[in-house]
């Protein structure tokens, strides 16, 4: 998983982004707004982009949405957190204050607003939710815990700008919207069409122009805000993304059964039957796997017998590619070739058809488990044995005190959930 930061957040800083590096990207639709830094925040993989430049050089109508967006896509993001500045159109929603949007209104007029322009190519994005409902849980969950005044839902207008609103229009906006800004469409839109999870955390910085106690916004008192709470929103983001990182596994473990005492005592057998039945479970396996490789060449997916014909099989139809099968011996019809495997008492062996694959085909091995890794070794060297490439072998569940992912280190390994003991 890697999580894209949109915003001037600070969290570009060498001292908390490690592996820094600062990638310049080109796009079918121009430079994004910055060069974006990409590095690792606790271990989790980030790239941060500044949304008006790195001095605020850019108007929101001059943003080069469509390029910061397929360049976060392009970088392999699949989550999105952009932070903005907004106006406060409620009374209860004070300056300071952290609001998570669940709804826009589009009052914007000259920006390029899709991907989906092309003549002949016309598509029409389903937009009944634009912001992500598990991301916005996972902030609005991480705020409570920080203790931090927030606002779970609202409706934010975007006007153009860079214009602030007339009181006119204050007041016309305050009877169907909560919060205004000038960012975030077609920025939302853009992530869903793009496929990836986005979420908006907006600081409440003024009252527009509606509240007659209160003075006119300025950008002058915007930044002055945005100041006072840019450590608010960075200890926001820093102590949300581990949430986010493990938010897929943490549900698809929930799934899993553990059987003590099997196959023999002392062992705690991880049972992925209660995963494979669950709909919303199986669907989210495929759904980490997919994410992780639709954007890579794949020409094959190899599955181990048996249960990594179920998940293979189905990544392979999603994936638009082939799929074959790894199986024990005596089991395929064709000629074949094996490769022989350690077991604790003796040894087995699994096999392959001669012509499943061709020299120099990019495979993708899937099973359900990692434990001591010999199978998983076997089936790599079958792969190879015909000339084929290894992608990477990817697990539903790895047992990270037995060793196998050392066993495999001549390949990229990938596990969606671990577990520690046998």
């Not at 190879?384 to 990270?400: D, N």
Request: hydrophobic letters at 35%.
């Amino acid at each position: 998983m890697k999580i894209g930061i949109i915003g001037g957040s600070g969290l570009d800083d060498p001292a908390l982004l490690q592996d820094h590096e600062e990638k310049e990207i080109e796009t079918p639709y121009g430079k994004p707004s910055s060069k974006i830094a990409c590095g690792k925040i606790s271990g989790i993989d980030v790239c941060i982009l500044s949304r008006h430049g790195k001095v605020h050089e850019i108007p929101p109508s001059q943003v080069n949405f469509r390029a910061n967006i397929y360049a976060l896509k392009t970088l392999g993001c699949t989550h999105v957190l952009a932070t903005s500045a907004v106006g406060s159109l409620k009374e209860e929603i004070k300056p300071g204050d952290l609001v998570f949007p669940d709804q826009f209104i589009d009052f914007t007029k000259h920006r390029k607003n899709t991907f989906h322009d092309q003549i002949g190519k016309v598509k029409h994005p389903e937009m009944a939710e634009p912001f992500s409902r598990e991301l916005r849980n996972v902030l609005i969950e991480s705020c409570e815990e920080l203790n931090l005044k927030k606002h779970n839902k609202a409706t934010l207008v975007v006007i153009e700008g860079p214009r602030f609103s007339t009181q006119a229009e204050s007041h016309f906006f305050k009877n169907f919207a909560d919060i205004i800004g000038m960012t975030t469409v077609p920025e939302c839109v853009l992530a869903k069409e793009a496929g990836l999870e986005y979420a908006s955390i907006a600081t409440s910085t003024d009252y527009d122009c509606w509240k007659k106690d209160e003075p006119p916004v300025t950008f002058e008192i915007i930044l002055e805000r945005m100041h006072e709470n840019a450590e608010k929103v960075k200890k926001l983001i820093l102590h949300t993304l581990p949430k986010i990182s493990n938010q897929d596994s943490s549900f698809i473990k929930s799934k899993i059964r553990t059987i003590p005492d099997f196959p023999k005592p002392g062992i705690l057998f991880r049972d992925i039957t209660t995963l494979l039945k669950d709909r919303e479970g199986l669907n989210k396996v495929i759904e980490v796997f997919y994410k992780r490789y639709k954007n890579k060449e794949i020409d094959l997916v190899a599955g181990v017998e048996s249960r990594g014909f179920i998940i293979g099989g189905i990544l392979a139809n999603k994936l638009g590619v082939g799929f074959i099968p790894i199986r024990k011996p005596g089991k395929l019809p064709h000629e074949i070739i094996s490769e022989e495997y350690e077991l604790e008492y003796g040894k087995d062996s699994v096999e392959i058809h001669k012509d499943a694959i061709s020299p120099g085909q990019k495979v993708l091995l899937i099973d359900d488990l990692l434990a001591t890794g010999g199978t998983a070794l076997a089936s790599c060297r079958l792969i190879e044995k015909l000339s084929g490439q290894i992608c990477e072998a990817s697990f539903i569940i790895e047992l990270s005190d037995l060793g196998g992912r050392k066993k495999l280190n001549l390949w990229d390994v990938f596990s969606i959930v671990k577990f520690e003991g046998k």
